[in-house]
């Protein structure tokens, strides 16, 4: 059915009513779409509702006559948007429902799926993890409707690399993967270089801030924590669902502004460069890279590691996601990145463990997300 403004009278275009210089007006174009709002300096600015002559609709926050911020979109199909938008392009937190049913709720860029995100078939399948330019790529865990599970990584929407796949019917197929197909088992036999680089006799690090003392351990010529932090900032840092409990277990979220510093005397925040010591000292090098990093440094892997599964905090949300099911940490390396958006973002480089293994991503510092933190030696 046509929207009724379109039977207004071609003629009537431009400020119908109202005041469209500073004020709340309506403006109808000669094409037939129609705004309703707020303006100011004789523009597009603050609340509004948009009608498109296709049917289509924009309920929510403009400025400068573009959609930006807060809104909601109703496509002429039946689907509708609702999240964040900037420049009139769907960007950060958002609600994706589809005509048919499928559903995504996670993180936009420039209107394609891009970091991490839950995608809801109708059939009843469920995808939860990290994207790309719109495609599934890195770490997730695919849960299929009847039944069957994968958790592990992926390249362009292919299992590609280490993961696990759990069939229904108990077969497991565990180890790595190109193409969507079974490559075969990965050689987590060959742990002696982290058996040789474990040792868990060394002295403890003591916080003289708050009292508190972590294990540490020895991972190649590298000296960690053994546990995550705990120490309470002023800002920027958080207890898992504000439980002061989960603080006590899995240590704090920490935001990269709040990371930076929050090391100890005689300790500081790991680097990507640190992290990439890690792999090469406990992985086993493949085609893919190294593998077997994960297993190795979850809880009671043989790294010594003890990673935690301390979950997440996403600051625009304000949601927490995936404790005792992922552990994320923070780095102290942050990158420029102008391909993934048209204007500055920087990022912060983190770095996931679920279930045996271990993935490298980036977060968005203007996002203020908040992750476990780990500590090295000096």
């Not at 719109?134 to 929407?157: Q, T």
């Amino acid at each position: 059915m046509a929207i009724s403004f379109l039977n207004v009278v071609k003629s009537q275009t431009g400020c119908t009513s109202g005041d469209c210089a500073n004020g709340y007006g309506t403006y109808m174009f000669s094409n037939g779409n129609k705004y309703i709002g707020d303006f100011k300096n004789s523009s597009f600015n603050g609340k509004g509702t948009y009608y498109y002559a296709n049917s289509t609709k924009y309920e929510g926050n403009f400025a400068d006559n573009k959609r930006n911020g807060e809104g909601t979109f109703y496509y002429a199909n039946g689907s509708i948007y609702k999240g964040n938008w900037k420049d009139d392009n769907i960007n950060g937190f958002g609600i994706y429902s589809f005509a048919s049913g499928n559903k995504y709720e996670g993180n936009f860029v420039d209107g394609n799926r891009n970091g991490e995100g839950t995608f809801c078939y109708s059939n009843g399948s469920t995808y939860k993890g990290n994207w790309k330019d719109d495609k599934i790529n890195g770490f997730g865990i695919f849960n299929f409707a009847n039944g069957d599970k994968y958790e592990g990584n992926y390249i362009d929407g292919k299992r590609n690399g280490e993961g696990t796949f759990y069939y229904v019917n108990g077969t497991i197929k565990k180890g790595l993967w190109k193409d969507d197909g079974y490559v075969g088992a990965s050689s987590d036999e060959k742990q002696t270089k982290a058996d040789k680089s474990k040792d868990n006799n060394l002295p403890k690090c003591v916080d003289s801030r708050d009292g508190n003392t972590y294990k540490t351990v020895k991972i190649g010529d590298q000296v960690w924590m053994a546990e995550n932090l705990k120490y309470k900032t002023s800002t920027g840092s958080y207890c898992y669902n504000n439980d002061e409990k989960n603080c006590n277990k899995y240590g704090r979220l920490y935001t990269s502004e709040a990371a930076k510093d929050v090391c100890p005397k005689g300790w500081h925040l790991s680097s990507a460069e640190e992290w990439g010591k890690i792999e090469s000292a406990i992985g086993t090098s493949t085609m893919f890279g190294y593998v077997n990093v994960g297993k190795q440094l979850k809880l009671g892997g043989a790294s010594g590691f003890d990673a935690l599964l301390g979950g997440e905090y996403f600051g625009k949300s304000e949601k927490f996601l995936n404790l005792d099911s992922s552990a994320y940490f923070i780095s102290s390396t942050t990158e420029f990145a102008p391909t993934w958006e048209g204007d500055e973002i920087w990022w912060v480089k983190t770095y996931c463990i679920s279930g045996d293994s271990f993935l490298k991503s980036s977060s968005s510092l203007a996002e203020k997300n908040a992750f476990s933190v780990r500590c090295i030696k000096d």
